[in-house]
């Protein structure tokens, strides 16, 4: 168990429709990040929150959004949603400071788009 | 533009024996490289690291190998046990442009599979 949550664990939608995925890091982690793993493919890292605000963009769509509360949990907003949007979800976590480059991952949320 | 390419999508080996992982980077920035396993259903688990200023690190059976030259690191599995089969991913990061936050850049995977 890394410490780091993850709900939904599976999500079932149709094309158009928007979701919201949810994430807790481990306790004391700042640093919050968002991957994508579609079929067959690697770890396409989306976008990082440190403290509430965002550092980094990957690729992410315009269609996605994310944000990080005051509680640290951050939130994926996946909007207008398309068949291709089907793949898992993970976020991770990193600990702050020091020579810390080790994220710790979510066991992920599978969203499925029909 | 695959910066992290791990070329085997696929490696079977016997069990007791050592298993050879790897990983090959273009982004000559890299400083710091990083090996997950990941289970089906279940989010990557963090198993080892290096950074640039070394070439080896060991933690028990597993072993990381970095060439900065030929820009190629490996994991060495030794010895290898059923329950290590699963996907690993080799990860590599950079410190982002104007100081800005690190990420991690990941390669496709290799299925391992251990057969006893």
């Known amino acids: 168990d890394s410490g780091v949550t993850q709900t939904p664990k599976h999500l079932i939608t149709a094309t158009g429709q928007r979701v919201t995925l949810r994430c807790s890091p481990r306790?004391?982690?700042?640093?919050v990040y968002w991957y994508q793993q579609s079929l067959d493919q690697g770890l396409q890292f989306l976008i990082q929150?440190?403290?509430?605000?965002?550092?980094a963009k990957g690729n992410i769509l315009e269609r996605f959004s994310a944000q990080q509360f005051p509680d640290l949990h951050s939130e994926l907003n996946l909007s207008s949603l398309e068949l291709g949007d089907s793949a898992l979800y993970f976020c991770?976590?990193?600990?702050?400071?020091?020579?810390?480059?080790?994220?710790?991952f979510g066991p992920g949320t599978r969203l499925l788009v029909l | 533009d695959q910066q992290v390419k791990q070329n085997s999508p696929s490696l079977s080996v016997q069990e007791g024996r050592i298993s050879i992982l790897n990983c090959d980077y273009t982004?000559?920035?890299?400083?710091?490289f990083l090996w997950y396993k990941k289970y089906p259903a279940e989010g990557p688990t963090f198993l080892i690291s290096i950074s640039s200023i070394k070439d080896k690190n060991e933690d028990g059976r597993f072993t990381v190998f970095l060439n900065k030259s030929a820009k190629h690191l490996s994991l060495h599995i030794v010895p290898s046990q059923p329950g290590d089969s699963a996907v690993y991913f080799c990860a590599a990061s950079a410190r982002g442009s104007s100081g800005s936050a690190r990420q991690l850049t990941f390669g496709s995977g290799t299925q391992l599979t251990v057969l006893p």
């Open positions: 306790s004391g982690d700042l640093s």
């Open positions: 929150y440190y403290n509430g605000e965002e550092r």
């Open positions: 982004n000559s920035m890299f400083d710091y």
């Open positions: 991770a976590s990193k600990a702050s400071g020091g020579s810390q480059e080790t994220q710790y």
